[in-house]
T-cell receptor, first 113, second 113 residues
């Protein structure tokens, strides 16, 4: 079945540091890939997505590239801010008639001033 | 812009009681998903509906049932509550034009005592 493995947290960085959160997946067919962010006490917000190989999703300075050859979708940001502190979830759906999301375990990011 | 509405936001129940969670999707969204997120866990897919018909089923206990009504809102009914049902329950909706994007509500936090 589908599965997502993402980097164990927590991750603690200083403001303006470079961020990478690794994510790899196993899926049947041609999945779409997503990064969701969850701020404390809030729901899940879609951060970015990519629907086919070599697509790059980007939003708010975050980027991730769909790498089919390495089955990866690593999240990166060049300069993090304190306001980026949150839990980040990598997720996929396998498409077809089935759009349910399968999530990774989540990575807690804390950015210190 | 309108978002997914969930009610109640918080719910406290005793063991063996029943609970009903409601979800109001974004207008013109015809698909609803339910997810359960245990403490410190990733969200797990429970069930989904498309045009008022169940479209997919995940790890939903037999004690739980759900439906989507003619106005597209959905209700998750939970009976014989157990301590382990304490979790954050998310509803998400997606539109006909973009099944690949799910918009999440703020969640209902259920506590079973």
């Amino acid at each position: 079945g589908d599965s997502v493995t993402q980097m164990e947290g927590p991750v603690t960085l200083s403001e303006e540091a470079f961020l990478t959160i690794n994510c790899t997946y196993t899926a049947t067919g041609y999945p779409s890939l997503f990064w969701y962010v969850q701020y404390p006490g809030e729901g899940l917000q879609l951060l970015l997505k990519a629907t086919k190989a070599d697509d790059k999703g980007s939003n708010k300075g975050f980027e991730a590239t769909y790498r089919k050859e390495t089955t990866s979708f690593h999240l990166e940001k060049g300069s993090v801010q304190v306001s980026d502190s949150a839990v980040y979830f990598c997720a996929l759906n396998s498409g077809g008639s089935n759009y349910k999301l399968t999530f990774g375990k989540g990575t807690l990011l804390t950015v210190n001033p | 812009a309108a978002g997914v509405i969930q009610s109640p936001r918080h719910l406290i129940k005793e063991k063996r009681e029943t609970a009903t969670l409601k979800c109001y999707p974004i207008p013109r969204h015809d698909t609803v998903y339910w997810y359960q997120q245990g403490p410190g866990q990733d969200p797990q897919f429970l069930i989904s509906f498309y045009e008022k018909m169940q479209s997919d089923k995940g790890s939903i206990p037999d004690r739980f049932s759900a439906q989507q009504f003619s106005d597209y809102h959905s209700e998750l009914n939970m009976s014989s509550l157990e301590l382990g049902d304490s979790a954050l329950y998310f509803c998400a909706s997606s539109p006909l034009s973009s099944y690949n994007e799910q918009f999440f509500g703020p969640g209902t936090r259920l506590t079973v005592l």
